[in-house]
């Protein structure tokens, strides 16, 4: 496997796994309240894990200590979440109430 399949797969799969906990865990009746108004819904929670995937990245990539490749392996990471997210988002958001 190369470098940039061994240090992108981790994190999608890291996205999935926080797209599985949103979609069991997260409100699916409170996505159009917003996060600070209590309960959030997964709309806010997918954000969340958006966030956290793209730290998750940088950490990832800092602690290869490769610079060649290096904008290539973090844009395959962050897109490749971002599809995997979009995915849940559209599946959460035709689940029923």
Same mark, same amino acid.
Do not use: C
């Given at each position: ?27 699916r009746t ?10 959030? $819904?997964? =709309?806010?929670? /997918?954000?969340?894990?958006? &966030? *956290?995937?793209?730290? %998750? ?19 395959a990471s962050?897109? $490749?979440? =971002?599809?995997? /997210?979009?995915?849940?988002? &559209? *599946?959460?958001?035709? %689940?029923?109430?």
């Amino acid at each position: 496997m190369t470098l940039k399949l061994a240090s992108v797969i981790p994190v999608w799969i890291l996205a999935v796994i926080g797209a599985i906990l949103v979609g069991t865990l997260a409100d699916r009746t409170s996505h159009a309240n917003g996060f600070f108004s209590g309960s959030g $819904g997964y =709309l806010d929670w /997918l954000g969340i894990v958006f &966030a *956290i995937i793209v730290i %998750l990245t940088f950490v990832v990539q800092l602690l290869i200590q490769r610079s060649e490749g290096f904008v290539s392996r973090v844009v395959a990471s962050i897109v $490749g979440s =971002l599809i995997i /997210l979009a995915v849940a988002t &559209a *599946i959460l958001a035709f %689940l029923p109430h």
